[in-house]
């Protein structure tokens, strides 16, 4: 099976670690904003038993400096570039489009219409999606939140609005509160759940938009085998993106490709490529 | 596997890593969990790399859990260690903050050293560093740092660190947070640094 | 910690095991509709890695069967008792509200506002909940999906509406495929996701929903230990329902209530109380 | 813990459990897994009892992996198991379906026996049954039941199941569905019954 395989927004920075780019099939940016965000305060990262939640708060440059100093240094790295486009109104969403429209390096859009770590645009995601429609003439993914009653009609609804794909799903929210306080473990209270937990809610998304538009989506969710990646590939994705499982292994785009060309459908913990007690070295 | 007071010493064989600059840190597989977990190098014996865990919670408590043949990941070295180019070196450590010293002293040819522990079983960790100064709770590391210590690199709790720094402007200082990657992609491990949010595996863990 | 222990909706017959039913504060009976319902066909329930889905279809023998036969003989276990309710209309709704009205046994109703296998109601959560108001006195609880976009927003509505209570959280949906075929395991597709990879998720909910309202909060979603209902409360909830744990551990009311008791919250694996292979016995 | 050709035979000491009527099942914790998984009674030594298990799955490979001391929850005896009173008793069993037959051949104080298997390795269990005819697909047990075959008591695969019940329409059949929890309460374990859907656990596994 060949599927192309892409990191999950926010989960690799490509210039600090341009080979673990390089494995990929396309790099996906950390959602980039109008305006320049230092993000929520530490700490922003909890494990939980089956999954881990964030609340990163969409720290980035702005788009200015985005366009003007990451961009150039991402082009360079020879993998097709995703950027990844949030928002706090259809207008700012608008306007970065429209920046990036101009950037020749820049292959698709990613809107992050779902981001659980911020406010969120008053605008329904069609809207924005139409919004951004009229500024770019870029290939155009929306990414939506399985916190969702009804995921299937807002698909349908951002297709109408002009998307040429779906990316599904992001985090949804979790909460882990520290036994001996009972106080959140992150700084803003809840955060975005991901990692295993998230595998059967992303199969069940992905399953009812793939039967109810006539989309490409980007699937994702707690993938971390080969096995993983073909549950959702079976659910109707047509490629899959990397998030949680990149950061306890950053060639994990590389072993589930092979994982996925094996077609054995082997067990995760199975598949780990590790190191013994006696024999440690650099993934 | 060997205790050293409260802490075990997790040796793994080197394979192709490197060994790295004292300071710097290693992502290490931690058994049953989702996420690795930053440990300083403590030692590199020829072929080893050696990591001194406190077991604190499910991560370290698998990490101590290893047994001999066990194999785990191990991602590394990563980050930016201690700056070596020191004319008058002092290591400082509270508790746990004691292993990035022992390969540290060895980088340097050698210096004195204070560790501060928070009771006499925990001090048995100065065992790693013969020769230093150790005290214990209630007495601090900073009760013993003196009008002109030198050139302070330095590894323990938070509090630990910011009485160094009021006492020592110029320390070179190990900061710890929570890591999920260890290699700049999930921008979970940020600290504040100059009125803005920086990556501690990227642009620490040794910070001035 | 003393917090009222119940079971969660669908995960506890009392008829069949009334001595598990009798170490509760309440039972709560599976989703009662207006007309009988056979439910979805089988497979209805499959193992996933962090939970379990199902896809039961609320089959239930109807208002007038539960009233005339179940009724009495629940009312006999000396259980509090709290009736479920289900419909594909606000006023089916309405209707089972109102024969409930009359029956003394029955303490309260809980309205089951989010069932994720069966075609739902047009009319939304608050509408429903203002139409069984309107048909019964007795204290109505208002059960919420975590596919909810903005639950702090749908608590407000419905506790506007006349809900004295939530209850916090219904499953999620979930879709598993066999990995040999690519075909769904359950026969329905996609179904209701439990089991602890949901603790985070129901922990954020009912965090939400405490900030949001001033109602009482029945939590639930992967509480399998004392430490899991320790969390669950220090979110907000004021009692705990058990659903997916009571499967693997008839007794896990009794076992979490002493956990709490105890207040130590010790890891769930390690509080578990079982039978060596030298030791078996029954639970 | 014992193989027996491609199965194992799990015993457990039985503290305070009944050992229940033939066809009934137990709940057995599957260590790392959710949910439990239901497993016929196969013997009742004296204060032991013993299953036989078929590993398929990630929770038959997690029983089949017990050592000696492990300990797991165990609940039951669950459901309704074969009728005994019959005058001509004839136990078909195919597969892992002999799993009930030897201690419901020790309940009816003996009685003749038909197994099926689909390889030679399979069929080395038959000698929980001795003196049982054996067949090894493509021979089938519905092959051997002849004219009038008496009572029949069976278990296997659906397939050898609904054959089965055309040749004998009174045949006592224990079933399969998945199980959650296997007391009635969750309604996942249905089958259809008259054109109804009836729990397995409660009304079955074994049925008419
Ligand atoms: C660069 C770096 C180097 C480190 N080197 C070592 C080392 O050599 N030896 C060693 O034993 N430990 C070291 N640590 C700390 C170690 O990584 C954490 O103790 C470990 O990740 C905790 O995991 P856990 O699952 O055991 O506990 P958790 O359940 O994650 O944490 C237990 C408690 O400790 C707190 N905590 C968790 N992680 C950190 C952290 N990084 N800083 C401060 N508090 C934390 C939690 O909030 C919680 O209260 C280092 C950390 C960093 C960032
Ligand atoms: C009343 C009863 C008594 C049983 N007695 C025994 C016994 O004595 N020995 C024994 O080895 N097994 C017995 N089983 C079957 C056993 O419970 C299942 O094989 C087991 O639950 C599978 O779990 P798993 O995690 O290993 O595999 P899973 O991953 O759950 O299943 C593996 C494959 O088998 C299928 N499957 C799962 N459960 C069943 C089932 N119950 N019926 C049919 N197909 C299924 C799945 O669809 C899948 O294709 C019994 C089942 C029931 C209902
Ligand atoms: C640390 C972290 C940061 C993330 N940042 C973003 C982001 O900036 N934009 C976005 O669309 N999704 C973001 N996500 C969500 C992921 O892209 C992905 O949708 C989600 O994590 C599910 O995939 P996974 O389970 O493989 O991680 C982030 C996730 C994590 C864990
Ligand atoms: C098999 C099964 C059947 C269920 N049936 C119902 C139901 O009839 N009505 C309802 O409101 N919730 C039903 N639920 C949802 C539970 O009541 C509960 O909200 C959910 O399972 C989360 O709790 P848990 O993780 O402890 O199981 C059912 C859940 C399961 C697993
Ligand atoms: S730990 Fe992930 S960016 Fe530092
Ligand atoms: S297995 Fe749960 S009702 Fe039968």
């Known amino acids: 099976m060949s599927v192309p395989i892409l990191n999950a927004s926010g989960c690799l920075d490509a210039l600090v670690a341009p080979d673990v780019a390089r494995t990929l099939d396309a790099f996906v940016t950390k959602t980039v904003t109008l305006l320049p965000r230092e993000g929520n305060p ?131 929210r979790g909460l882990a509160l520290d036994p001996a306080t009972g106080r959140p473990v992150l700084a803003r209270g809840a955060g975005g759940y991901s990692g295993p937990a998230l595998l059967p809610i992303a199969a069940a998304c992905i399953h009812a938009c793939a039967h109810a538009v006539d989309l490409p989506i980007v699937g994702m969710g707690g993938v971390a085998s080969g096995a993983d990646a073909a549950m959702l590939v079976a659910a109707g994705a047509s490629a899959i993106a990397i998030g949680t499982a990149l950061f306890a292994d950053p060639l994990a785009a590389e072993r589930i490709r092979a994982e996925l060309a094996s077609a054995v459908g082997t067990p995760p913990a199975a598949d780990r490529d590790s190191r013994s007690l006696s024999q440690a070295s650099s993934a | ?69 066990d194999a785990i990941h191990v991602l590394g070295p990563l980050g930016n260690g201690f700056d070596l180019d020191v004319e008058r070196p002092l290591l400082v450590a509270g508790g746990i903050g004691i292993a990035p010293m022992p390969y540290l002293r060895e980088a340097l040819g050698g210096a004195p050293a204070i560790l501060g522990f928070r009771s006499e079983l925990h001090a048995e960790a100065a065992c790693l560093l013969p020769d230093a100064e150790v005290v214990v709770e209630p007495e601090l590391v900073t009760d013993l740092l003196g009008e002109d210590p030198g050139d302070v690199l330095a590894c323990g709790p938070e509090p630990m660190l910011e009485a160094v720094r009021r006492a020592v402007p110029g320390a070179q200082l190990a900061w710890e947070a929570p890591m999920a990657c260890g290699y700049g992609a999930c921008f979970g491990c940020v600290v504040e640094l100059e009125g803005r949010y920086a990556r501690l595996c990227v642009e620490g863990p040794v910070l001035r």
Chains 1, 3 share one sequence.
Not at chain 2, 23 to 52: H, I, N, T, V
Request: hydrophobic share 45%; net charge negative; charged share 20%.
């Open chain 1, 42 to 172: 530490p700490p922003r990262i909890a494990e939980v038993e089956h999954g881990m939640l964030n609340s990163i708060g969409l720290q980035n440059p702005g788009i200015d400096a985005f366009v003007s100093e990451a961009l150039p240094a991402l082009a360079e790295l020879g993998v097709p570039l995703w950027v990844s486009v949030g928002g706090f109104s259809a207008r700012e969403y608008a306007h970065v489009c429209e920046r990036l429209d101009e950037c020749e390096d820049v292959t698709t859009i990613e809107l992050n219409l779902s981001c659980p770590n911020v406010e969120e645009a008053a605008e329904t995601a069609a809207e924005i999606t139409r919004a951004a429609r009229a500024a770019t003439s870029k290939p155009l993914y929306a990414k939506l939140s399985p916190a969702t009653w009804d995921l299937a009609a807002l698909a349908r609804a951002v297709a109408e609005a002009g998307a040429d794909g779906l990316s599904l799903v992001n985090t949804i």
């Open chain 2, 1 to 69: 596997m060997e205790p050293v007071g409260p802490y075990t010493l997790l040796c793994l064989e080197r394979g192709g890593l490197e060994s790295g600059r004292p300071g710097q840190f290693f992502m290490l597989e931690a058994p049953g969990r989702l996420l690795p977990r930053p440990m300083s190098l403590c030692l590199a014996p020829p072929g080893e790399l050696a990591f001194l865990v406190e077991p604190i919670g499910p991560g370290t408590r698998a990490l101590c859990a290893l047994t001999p043949g």
